[in-house]
Each structure stands twice: as structure tokens, then as C-alpha cells.
């Protein structure tokens, strides 16, 4: 049985994504005082008195948008009214009962959904002010009076919301699978690519560039496995960078690579290769990340024979500092070749998992150095002891040697090479480290 799922919806900034970050306990949410700031539906998990279930932060709902985000953000919000079991309303006793307050009023009760009426902002101790008490005239029930900056009356609107919760045992929290990190420049399609799988529309699509903020999390399970996609927002250069909101956006991609098993770096077919390509891709790469390279807008470049050969074999010169990386050739729009990208996640995060005994390790070493002779330098030859495998996500190897500057980087990629099509390490960097004898760092 799944999860119940608690919406927070209100106007915008009345302090939604305040209270988000308070109940799931971390910054998941980001906050600012620009209204707008909150697009897409965030999702965390949240317990209280032993009920385990995810909450939504959504963003403010306008009666009367005027700008295509703002109509899609209210769209968003509507769905996660539609989708949940309990909703949060977040109102502002700064500001008192407005008109956009009593227009989502009538649309929460016509939604026949559960409603808990939080009053929010109010930071002073002692009993609530007299301001208070006209948001019983919404017509929802008894407020309850909150501060989600301090933290003052949470406990009891988490009661209210577990006494609004349908009668029945939350299930177990269901693993997560693999968790995919859809990481690109702005515009190459990672928010459509997070719908196209999905089936909804849970992140906002628009030639804007900046429009998706939040990391938005969304659980797949095909034939392939069970998946954790995290649509992020697109990274551009920081020259560029000028908006306070859009760094902590780039702040919320950085971390949602960092909590990542793989890292699908999306590229557009049509402009092709550009330099911030790379450092997107540098990104995962440095992290240790699996990585699969995803051509999105395929359908739109015109072919000829060999043109999809000539373009990878581009693709692996421009991306030479990760030869490991898979590149898969996609159309979101068509939805072309989506398949054949959780095959290859799927491949590159049981790759940075996988672990290989000592004694095989060793037996491969032994056939490698017969093949090719470890370099010499003024008659002294390197010498490798053993090999051992110290480490997982990536996989990293040990090499013990009698002295570090003989192991020369050439005889470190052709090891590197041979560990990779021995034991089929696809997707995933390796790290490898050399030690010296009697070295105990």
C-alpha cells in the first residue's frame, strides 16, 4: 500500500517551502523572498507518531497568472491537490485573509480532499493573536497557528494531519533503485525527458532557460529495474550566473550528482558539443559517478549513411577524459531509444558497484605484465607487488609498487584498460591508487 502524500499549497510567499524544509528536516526546498521561486512539485519523506509518508511542496497558486510559467507553476500545484491525501493550506496572519486566499479556499473544498488550515508567520510566544481568528471564516475548519521559521506549532499541525490521514497502515518505505541524476546545460530537454518517462507532466517545460530550480525526484520501475530519476536544473557558466535563486539552483544540481548512482549527461543533437558540455560532464566525472551520454533531439537532424557512426565517433574525441561513458542516441519527443538509456544506467551503476577478489585481481595482473613488461628507468624496473580493490562507487584499485615515479602513466592506463575489459567495468570511472612499499599513508 503506498505512502499517503501530504500537499502544501498556498499563494505565493506565505512561507510553503519555509514550512517544507522545516517538517522533512533539511533545505530541500529553496527559499527566497521573490515570489515564484518554488516551481515544480518537491517531494520528501517525513514521519510523525510512527505514520510514515512523503510531503509535496508546491508552488504559489495565482488566481490569475499572467506569463506561461505562472499558469503551468498554478498546473502543478492543481495536480498535487489532485494526487494527495491530506493538503496543507499555508496562509500568511501578516497579511490576513486575502481574495487569493478564499479563491484556493473553494477549490480545496470542492477538491473534497482533507484540509489542515495553517496559519503561518506567527513568531510571537504566548496565545494567537486577535488577527487570527478570521481564517475560520474560510470555512475550513480550525486553524492552527504556526511559525515554520521557528519551528512553534508544527507538532500540532503534523497531529491534525495524521488524524485527517486515511485509516489504514502506511507501507514500508520501498527502496529507492537506482538513482539517475539528468544533468545539462539549460534547454537540452531534461525536464521533458523526467516527463516523457513519468507519464505526467511533473516538472515545467519552457524554452526559458532556468525554468526548472528545485532537483524534482520521480520513481520509475520498467523492465530494467527500479529507477530514481532527479531532473536538475541546467548549468551554465557562472559569469553568467547573476540571480541569487539560480545559484542555489545550481547548488541543488551539484548535490543531487553527489546522491546520485548515475549521472545521464544530456546533450542537444542539433547545436551539438559545446564547451559547457564538458564541464557538466566533468562534474559526474569527478564525483566518481557512472555516466551515459544522451543525445537528445535525434528525430530533428537530418542523416545520411553513417551519420549517427561519425557523430559518436566525435562525441568519444570531444568526451575523450571519459572513454567509458556509453552514448545513447534518444529522441524524448518521439521517445525514441528510452530503453535502451535505463539499460545502459542500469549497466554503468551495477559496474561502479561491483567488487573483484584479490586473488583474481592478481591472476589478471600476472597475464598483464607478461603481455607487456613493466617500464624501466636507469636500470631499475617497476616492480607491482599485489593488487587489491579498496573501494566501490567508483571502484577503486590499490597498486603496491617498490617505487611510485617508475609506474608511468601510460602503464597506468594500459592496467586501467585491462581491469575494464576483464571484468567489464562499463559506465563507471576507476580510481586508481599507488602505493609504495612500507608507505602507510
Known amino acids: ?51 510514515r509518508f512523503s510531503i509535496a511542496d508546491t508552488g504559489g497558486i495565482e488566481s490569475n497568472p499572467k506569463d506561461e510559467i505562472l499558469s503551468r507553476t498554478r498546473m502543478q500545484a492543481e495536480l498535487a491537490i489532485e494526487t494527495a491525501d491530506v493538503i496543507i493550506f499555508v496562509t500568511d496572519i501578516r497579511c490576513g485573509v486575502t481574495a487569493e486566499d478564499a479563491d484556493i479556499a473553494n477549490m480545496l473544498l470542492k477538491s473534497g480532499k482533507p ?20 481564517f475560520y471564516s474560510l470555512g475550513l475548519g480550525d486553524p492552527v497557528c504556526v511559525s515554520s521559521v521557528h519551528g512553534h506549532g508544527t507538532g500540532d ?31 537540452v530537454g531534461k525536464s521533458s525527458l523526467v516527463n516523457k518517462i513519468s507519464g505526467q507532466e511533473r516538472c515545467i517545460v519552457s524554452d526559458a532557460a532556468g525554468t526548472t530550480r528545485d532537483a524534482v525526484d520521480i520513481r520509475i520501475e520498467n523492465e530494467y529495474g527500479s529507477f530514481t ?22 547548488l541543488r544540481a551539484q548535490s543531487a550528482i553527489e546522491n546520485s548512482d548515475v549521472c545521464v549527461i544530456m546533450i542537444d543533437a542539433v547545436e551539438g558539443f559545446t564547451e559547457q558540455d564538458s564541464k557538466v560532464a566533468g562534474l559526474a566525472h569527478e564525483s566518481g559517478k557512472g555516466c551515459v551520454i544522451a543525445v537528445n533531439k535525434w528525430d530533428a537532424v537530418e542523416k545520411s549513411g553513417g551519420t549517427m557512426r561519425e557523430y559518436e565517433k566525435s562525441l568519444k574525441n570531444d568526451f575523450s577524459f571519459m572513454p567509458y561513458a556509453r552514448i545513447v542516441f534518444i529522441s524524448v519527443k518521439t521517445g525514441q531509444r528510452l530503453g535502451e538509456l535505463f ?23 600476472a597475464q598483464a605484465a607478461a603481455r607487456v613488461q613493466p617500464p624501466t628507468d636507469k636500470g631499475r624496473r617497476l616492480k607491482i607487488y599485489y593488487l587489491t580493490q579498496t573501494g566501490i562507487k567508483p571502484p577503486t584499485f590499490v597498486f603496491f609498487v617498490n617505487s611510485a615515479e617508475l609506474f608511468h602513466f601510460s602503464y597506468r592506463r594500459y592496467l586501467e584498460n585491462t581491469i575494464r575489459e576483464t571484468f567489464g567495468f562499463t559506465g563507471t570511472p576507476i580510481r586508481i591508487v599507488v602505493r609504495e612499499r612500507g608507505d602507510k599513508k
Not at 517538517?23 to 518554488?38: E, H, M, N, Q
Not at 542500469?346 to 573483484?356: C, V
Open 1 to 51: 500500500m503506498p505512502e499517503p502524500v501530504v500537499a502544501i499549497v498556498g499563494r505565493p510567499n506565505v512561507g510553503k517551502s519555509t514550512l517544507f524544509n522545516k517538517l522533512a528536516g533539511r533545505r530541500l526546498s529553496i527559499v527566497d523572498d521573490t515570489p515564484g521561486v518554488t516551481r515544480d512539485r518537491i517531494y520528501a519523506k517525513c514521519e510523525w507518531c510512527g505514520r
Open 115 to 134: 484540509v489542515v488550515l495553517c496559519v503561518n508567520k506567527c513568531d510571537s510566544v504566548g496565545g494567537p493573536p486577535p488577527e487570527f481568528y478570521e
Open 157 to 187: 499541525l503534523l497531529d491534525m494531519v495524521i488524524n485527517a490521514m486515511p485509516a489504514q497502515e502506511s507501507a514500508a518505505a520501498t527502496e529507492a533503485g537506482i538513482r539517475i541524476a539528468v544533468i545539462g546545460k539549460p534547454n
Open 229 to 250: 530519476l532527479t531532473d536538475t536544473a541546467g548549468l551554465r557558466k557562472k559569469s553568467r550566473v547573476t540571480d541569487s535563486v539560480e545559484k542555489y539552483s545550481i
Open 343 to 365: 539499460e545502459a544506467a542500469g549497466e554503468a551503476a551495477r559496474s561502479g558497484s561491483k567488487r573483484i577478489s584479490t586473488g583474481t585481481l592478481n591472476d589478471m595482473l
